[in-house]
């Protein structure tokens, strides 16, 4: 068991460590399972797939504050159940309180994980780590991997919320069932559910596009700061320098 235990923690630390040096370090793995007697974890470790940027990002965000990560999924949870009971007749208010909780997590957790990338993060690698914690969020098969912290791969951001359809109240909804609707109206009903359901979408997905854009603004206007100041500090030097060699010249 105490093997067992330390392969894996070893295959854990294989998609935190800097991604440049994963197949490096995979392959060694490997051969050093492969030498100690234990083929079949040398070809499960062989097996493995180095982690893109957005997906190791997320994989170290997990590692270094999983607390974190696991309140935004119990949100995630939350905000399916008001889903649920808002289209069962529920009140819509806890949906919206939901989501825009859901929402400002996600931005706050990419902008964390976006961090640990260094540099300018590549606007399309930011997107995908805001969709892997959104998918996260909305499905527990995604939210079970993410906190895993193995990702290779990003999730693509999820269209909804999953299929509501047939859907009975909750409990949270006072105990009553929602009134059904006319037979001739189900059709128009479950159109204007579909419409709803997709304009919410389409707001949502713009708010929190704006915010991960404003993010980056902000992440770029600290850079910059810290730039213009090693510039005046460099242009100190530079007139010290120039001092110094006027006066060995004379």
Same mark, same amino acid.
């Given at each position: 068991?105490?093997?067992?235990?330390?392969?894996?923690?070893?295959?854990? !630390?294989?998609?935190?460590?800097?991604?440049?040096?994963? =197949?490096?370090?995979?392959?060694?793995?490997?051969?050093?399972?492969? +030498?100690?007697?234990?083929?079949?974890?040398?070809?499960r470790v062989t097996a493995l797939r180095k982690p893109v940027r957005s997906a190791w990002a997320v994989n170290r965000l997990v590692h270094e504050d999983r607390s974190?990560?696991?309140a935004l999924l119990k949100v995630g949870e939350q905000l399916r159940l008001a889903q649920r009971r808002a289209l069962s007749g529920g009140d819509a208010d806890e949906?919206?309180?939901?989501?825009? +909780?859901?929402?400002?997590?996600?931005?706050?957790? =990419?902008?964390?994980?976006?961090? =640990?990338?260094?540099?300018?993060?590549?606007?399309?690698?930011? +997107?995908?780590?805001?969709?892997?914690?959104?998918?996260?969020?909305?499905? !527990?098969?995604?939210?079970?991997?993410?906190?895993?912290?193995?990702?290779?791969?990003?999730?693509?951001?999820?269209?909804?919320?999953?299929?509501?359809?047939?859907?009975?109240?909750?409990?949270? =909804?006072?105990?009553?069932?929602?009134?059904?609707?006319?037979?001739?109206?189900? @059709?128009?009903?479950?159109?204007?559910e579909r419409e709803v359901r997709g304009a919410e979408r389409r707001e949502r997905q713009m708010r929190e596009r704006a915010e991960r854009m404003r993010a980056e603004?902000?992440?770029?206007?600290?850079?910059?700061? !810290?730039?213009?100041?090693?510039?005046?500090?460099?242009?100190?030097?530079?007139?010290?320098? @120039?001092?110094?060699?006027?006066?060995?010249?004379?």
């Amino acid at each position: 068991m105490g093997e067992t235990e330390g392969v894996e923690r070893e295959i854990a !630390e294989l998609f935190v460590a800097p991604p440049e040096g994963f =197949t490096e370090a995979r392959n060694a793995l490997a051969k050093r399972l492969k +030498e100690g007697g234990d083929p079949e974890a040398a070809r499960r470790v062989t097996a493995l797939r180095k982690p893109v940027r957005s997906a190791w990002a997320v994989n170290r965000l997990v590692h270094e504050d999983r607390s974190a990560v696991e309140a935004l999924l119990k949100v995630g949870e939350q905000l399916r159940l008001a889903q649920r009971r808002a289209l069962s007749g529920g009140d819509a208010d806890e949906l919206r309180r939901r989501s825009e +909780e859901r929402r400002k997590l996600v931005t706050e957790q =990419t902008r964390r994980a976006a961090r =640990t990338l260094g540099g300018d993060p590549v606007p399309a690698v930011v +997107e995908e780590i805001a969709a892997t914690l959104e998918a996260a969020s909305a499905d !527990e098969d995604a939210a079970r991997q993410v906190l895993e912290g193995r990702l290779s791969k990003p999730f693509a951001r999820p269209a909804g919320f999953g299929d509501v359809a047939g859907l009975k109240v909750v409990p949270g =909804t006072g105990g009553q069932e929602a009134p059904e609707a006319p037979a001739d109206d189900g @059709a128009e009903l479950a159109s204007r559910e579909r419409e709803v359901r997709g304009a919410e979408r389409r707001e949502r997905q713009m708010r929190e596009r704006a915010e991960r854009m404003r993010a980056e603004v902000t992440a770029m206007e600290e850079r910059l700061a !810290e730039r213009k100041e090693k510039l005046r500090e460099a242009e100190a030097e530079a007139r010290g320098a @120039a001092v110094e060699l006027k006066r060995l010249r004379r």
